[in-house]
């Protein structure tokens, strides 16, 4: 988002496809352990387990080794198109806005969050707008890098929510009613509670 204004329309499209790509084969390989992680917080350890089962929750254990060649490949396409922008023409002025139009979007979608705090995905789109505006303060440095430390804390906060969310959803599909249930619906609740607060 930072550079968008000095990109083809064409260039930031295949970019920003590549990039997304990326996200997901990370995001992936990470869902099943992080709802088994967040199972055995909520729960005794026997029922986290039965639980984990129960959703066919895959988990890897530290052996295993993911299959990354997929993501090598999108990784590199993407560092040699990243290579190829012309970024010149780009200035502080320019930056700066791009970074005011996602603090503006996470405003918005806190004001939204506040307004329905049952709205898991409006919290989706302010914990997906908190990580814009931390990596782009690392990015930019002084003086937005005074933000990162309470920037990368409220984010991270969201990802809780976001993780619980979607735990919350698997539950409800296989397990609706249940102790795991209640569990991570009350801590996906106070979790958001502390969000906006």
């Known amino acids: 988002r930072l550079a ?4 083809k329309r064409a260039e930031f499209a295949k970019s920003d496809k590549l990039a997304r790509s990326l996200k997901d084969h990370f995001g992936s390989m990470r869902d099943d352990d992080v709802q088994a992680k967040l199972l055995l917080d909520l729960l005794d350890k026997s029922e986290a387990l039965a639980t984990a089962t129960t959703l066919g929750l895959r988990c890897r254990n530290r052996e ?7 993501a090598r490949e999108t ?9 190829q922008f012309q970024l010149k023409k780009l200035t502080g002025h320019d930056i700066f806005e791009a970074w005011l139009g996602s603090y503006r979007d996470s405003r918005r979608a806190m004001r939204a969050c506040r307004r329905d705090a049952t709205d898991d995905s409006m919290f989706h789109e302010w914990r997906k707008r908190m990580k814009e505006i ?3 303060s690392v990015t930019i440095g002084p003086p937005l890098d005074k933000l990162v430390p309470k920037a990368d804390r409220l984010a991270s906060m969201l990802g809780s929510h976001h993780d619980l969310s979607i735990l919350t959803d698997r539950l409800a599909g296989r397990l609706a009613g249940s102790t ?5 619906l009350a801590r996906k609740k106070l979790v ?5 607060a």
């Open 4 to 7: 968008k204004s000095a990109l």
């Open 64 to 70: 295993q080794e993911p299959d990354t060649s997929s």
């Open 75 to 83: 990784c590199s396409a993407l560092t040699s198109l990243v290579d």
């Open 134 to 136: 931390l990596y782009q």
């Open 180 to 184: 795991a249930e209640s569990a991570a």
């Open 192 to 196: 958001a509670r502390r969000a906006l």
